[in-house]
Nanobody, 123 residues
Framework: QVQLVESGGGLVQAGGSLRLSCAAS????????MGWFRQAPGKEREFVAA????????YYADSVKGRFTISRDNAKNTVYLQMNSLIPEDTAVYYC????????????????WGQGTQVTVSS
């Protein structure tokens, strides 16, 4: 069993920044790719960013490229999402998830998910 716990969400004005954290427990964190997804009200869950098991490769949705940065600290069993230049369209519940094989943009390939953290960007 794997537990993923997100934190760091909140309310921020447009143009501001937030850093999300996802703490993992229950299995060897360093062996798995990690991803961030988000879901806005009335919309489907969408890919945001993913990072390989050693942090050597990262991938981003076009909508966040250049504004968001994913990183990980395997010693702390934690993955981060630094979000800069936030816009109202970034408002969503953000989820982290683990991927046992490789970093992908497809939600169905991720096996464990956190409970989500709300990010609200006001205009």
């Amino acid at each position: 069993q794997v537990q993923l716990v997100e934190s760091g969400g909140g309310l921020v004005q447009a143009g501001g920044s937030l850093r999300l954290s996802c703490a993992a427990s229950g299995r060897s964190f360093s062996g798995y790719a990690m991803g961030w997804f988000r879901q806005a009200p009335g919309k489907e869950r969408e890919f945001v960013a993913a990072i390989s098991w050693n942090g050597g490769n990262s991938y981003y949705a076009d909508s966040v490229k250049g504004r968001f940065t994913i990183s990980r600290d395997n010693a702390k069993n934690t993955v981060y999402l630094q979000m800069n230049s936030l816009i109202p369209e970034d408002t969503a519940v953000y989820y982290c998830a683990s991927q046992p094989l490789r970093a992908t943009m497809t939600a169905s390939t991720y096996d464990y998910w956190g409970q989500g953290t709300q990010v609200t960007v006001s205009s």
